[in-house]
């Protein structure tokens, strides 16, 4: 199930079983969203990224879905593994400002063997 | 695959001296770099755009004069927090832009570990 700790929210969710983790993005203007999954100690890692134009885009095993209508992404995995067990952040990046890319607040994704 | 490679991964300093991070884009050429700072258990927070022969552009509630930023060239940012206290201690991470690829997704460095004694 999803819960909301004190700080990220978290994900548990059984090996083999699809995965989606949700976030909502805060600035109407930003026209490209990004996924990272970030892991202990580490700096971020791309995962999948989706235009404004777009409303889907899929990858291996993962898929990105964007509402700009509700300014909502979510990110989808299929069939989880326990490698997978990070914390994913979604991003947005506008044209305008020095193109800055801006984090959500990240949900922490635990995968059960 | 482009690589940001960040130096030192950790560091441990004295209340009141200085720490310089550097970040550097291995295989291509980054005229835009851009620093963050993430506390435990939070997301990444926008420090600053630092700028290949220009000022660094700070983000709001960034001190510019405690987080000194040059970007010496198209390859090297660094990052230097000046008299640091224990409230500076966090993870700091930089990431660059291609300039081949400016609207392709940034790359990181993983990251330097600063503790402020």
């Known amino acids: 199930g999803e819960s909301v700790g004190l700080h990220l929210p978290t994900l548990s969710v059984q090996e083999g079983d699809n995965s989606i983790i949700n976030c909502a993005y805060s600035n109407s203007a930003s026209d490209y969203f990004i996924w990272y999954k970030q892991e202990s100690g580490k700096g971020p890692q791309f995962i999948i990224d989706i235009r404004s134009n777009m409303d889907k885009r899929q990858g291996q095993r993962v898929t990105v879905l964007l509402n700009k209508t509700v300014k909502h992404l979510s990110l989808q995995i299929a069939a989880t593994q326990p490698g997978d067990s990070a914390v994913y952040f979604c991003?947005?990046?506008?044209?305008?400002?020095?193109?800055?890319?801006?984090f959500g607040a990240g949900t922490r994704l635990f995968v059960k063997a | 695959g482009a690589v940001v490679s960040q130096h030192p991964s950790w560091v441990i300093c004295k209340s009141g001296t200085s720490v310089k991070i550097e970040c550097r884009s291995l295989d291509f050429q980054a005229t835009t770099m851009f620093w963050y700072r993430q506390f435990p258990k939070q997301s990444l927070m926008l420090m600053a755009t630092s700028n290949e022969g220009s000022k660094a552009t700070y983000e709001q509630g960034v001190e510019k004069d405690k987080f000194l930023i040059n970007h010496a060239s198209l390859t090297l940012s660094t990052l230097t927090v000046t008299s640091a206290h224990p409230e500076d201690s966090s993870f700091y991470i930089c990431?660059?832009?291609?300039?081949?690829?400016?609207?392709?997704?940034?790359?990181f460095g993983n990251g330097t570990r600063l503790t402020v004694t």
């Open positions: 991003a947005e990046r506008g044209n305008t400002g020095g193109f800055k890319t801006i």
């Open positions: 990431s660059a832009r291609d300039d081949r690829a400016r609207n392709s997704p940034l790359h």
